[in-house]
């Protein structure tokens, strides 16, 4: 089971608590009263010193000190010598035969016995006495004094034992009190202690997981505030270091997943050009071969053979040019030559172009034209987007035959739209149709897009224009668009 480190620094706290309370109650039980009897043994030789300094031999004379004394210290005074007794606490009794022999200790040999014993600097006697009319024990002082005569100084045993028996109590009170007081205090100084610890652990336990989101909020200007705030600095780094390696990880993901696209794009860019070029080479071989064989001998005949030899040419010849102005497009050295110029003009110029191929179609080309609208772009190739979505409106209108062109200006872009009537383009088709020989017919049947590379050409154009561009299906038909960028409305164009 795991140990929680606040309950071992709360037990730990605990035992140190106790560990001194107990010891302390220990040397105060064992020593306190040894110590007691000492500091009373120095008070009876400094009181003793006090009355040798007084005491000229007539008792009289410091009688009332003598009183004063008694009654300060609580001690019985005597002074004797071998004639008799000269001063006695008069409200005390105590065995004068005793002290007779008492004295007799002090006037022969014995005395140097009892130095090694109780005698304090060869001049002092510590004795204890028995009154045995009170049954009380005293500790008794005996000296001679400056002039020959007994000092006895007596204070009673009782009192020091009381004294030592009531600190002992009053220690174990306070003991017990000290053990409670401080296991409560163990215990809050614990819990606030670990509080920041677990929190750092959370918090790591956290980082561990991922999370940086928690951070430490601990304050103290310590070890463990400065610990708090390198794990915030290490969390902030750990999640910007993820952060930037989730994002490297996406981009290679998607890096990935484009150069997958982009090899898919390039085998059926591959196939689809090897399929374009198949028929219009598949043809002229073939009428080619007539002409060798003189399959047909009338100059009619071989006339037709080389206007179609001719035709397919010129088909190979575009998709080659188409090819070529994609790859510059695409491979990002292509630069635009940016002009500005009436952009009514440039349609009217285009639209000139197709005058008899409208005819001889019958088709309707509607152009509302709108004087003055001056863009900034590459006009060679906003005349390449004009004439692919001409082209792909010629190829795909229906029987209805009409073909519109309009612009819309807005305040810093000019927006054209050609429109042709005919079927609608398949929703999951309109972002699709700008890819490279990308076909909703899937047969491979001339449908929008045409041979594939007309709109890819107007994507790549527009992109480098940083411009935008789309197709919708409206009422009717469907409507191409590209934008420019406009110049002020005063702004004209000086020829």
């Not at 705030?229 to 484009?258: C, G, R, V």
């Not at 635009?336 to 349609?347: A, G, M, P, Q, Y």
């Not at 050409?457 to 411009?467: A, D, F, K, W, Y």
């Amino acid at each position: 089971m795991k140990k929680s480190i606040r309950l071992r620094l709360f037990r730990g706290i605990s035992f140190i608590v106790i560990f001194f309370v107990v010891f302390s109650w220990f040397l105060n039980s064992q020593f306190l009263e040894k110590y007691y009897i000492s500091k009373k043994k120095n008070m009876l030789i400094e009181n003793s010193k006090i009355i040798d300094s007084l005491y000229k031999g007539n008792s009289e004379d410091i009688a009332l000190e003598l009183e004063i004394l008694e009654r300060t210290i609580g001690a019985n005074v005597t002074i004797l010598n071998e004639r008799g007794i000269k001063y006695k606490t008069n409200y005390k009794r105590f065995d004068l035969k005793r002290i007779k022999q008492e004295i007799r200790i002090f006037n022969n040999k014995v005395l140097s016995n009892l130095r090694k014993r109780n005698i304090v600097d060869g001049r002092f006697v510590f004795v204890t006495q028995k009154d045995q009319r009170l049954k009380i024990d005293f500790l008794a002082l005996q000296t001679i004094l400056n002039n020959g005569d007994i000092l006895i100084l007596r204070i009673p045993l009782a009192a020091i034992s009381e004294s030592v028996a009531t600190a002992n109590d009053f220690m174990l009170f306070t003991g017990i009190l000290s053990i409670l007081l401080g296991s409560i205090w163990a215990l809050i100084f614990s819990k606030r202690f670990t509080k920041p610890i677990l929190e750092l652990k959370n918090i790591a336990q956290a980082m561990a997981n991922l999370d940086f989101t928690k951070k430490c909020s601990i304050t103290e200007d310590d070890e463990i505030g400065e610990l708090g705030n390198i794990i915030n600095h290490l969390s902030n780094q750990l999640d910007s270091a993820i952060s930037e390696l989730n994002e490297k990880n996406q981009k290679l993901i998607q890096d990935i997943e484009k150069e997958r696209k982009l090899e898919e794009m390039r085998k059926e860019f591959v196939s689809s050009v090897s399929h374009e070029l198949k028929t219009p080479i598949a043809l002229i071989q073939g009428y080619a071969e007539g002409l060798i064989e003189n399959v047909m001998e009338d100059e009619e005949s071989k006339n037709f053979y080389c206007e179609v030899i001719m035709d397919e040419a010129k088909k190979m010849d575009k998709l080659v040019r188409d090819l070529l102005n994609l790859s510059q497009i695409e491979s990002g050295y292509f630069q635009l030559e940016r002009t500005d110029f009436d952009i009514s003009s440039v349609i009217n110029q285009v639209i000139s172009k197709y005058k008899n191929i409208l005819e001889e179609k019958g088709i309707d080309l509607r152009f509302r034209s709108k004087e003055n609208i001056v863009v900034n772009g590459d006009i060679i190739r906003i005349e390449q987007i004009l004439v692919n979505f001409i082209n792909n409106a010629i190829n795909h209108v229906d029987n209805k035959k009409i073909i519109g062109i309009s612009i819309e200006s807005e305040e810093q872009k000019v927006r054209v739209y050609v429109f042709n009537s005919g079927k609608h383009i398949p929703e999951e088709s309109l972002d699709k149709i700008w890819t490279s020989f990308y076909k909703v017919d899937k047969a491979r049947t001339r449908d929008y897009g045409g041979s594939g590379l007309g709109l890819s050409i107007v994507r790549g154009i527009q992109e480098l224009h940083n411009n935008d561009f789309g197709v919708d299906n409206v009422d009717g038909g469907v409507r191409f668009w590209f934008e420019m960028d406009r110049l002020d409305a005063n702004f004209k164009i000086y020829k």
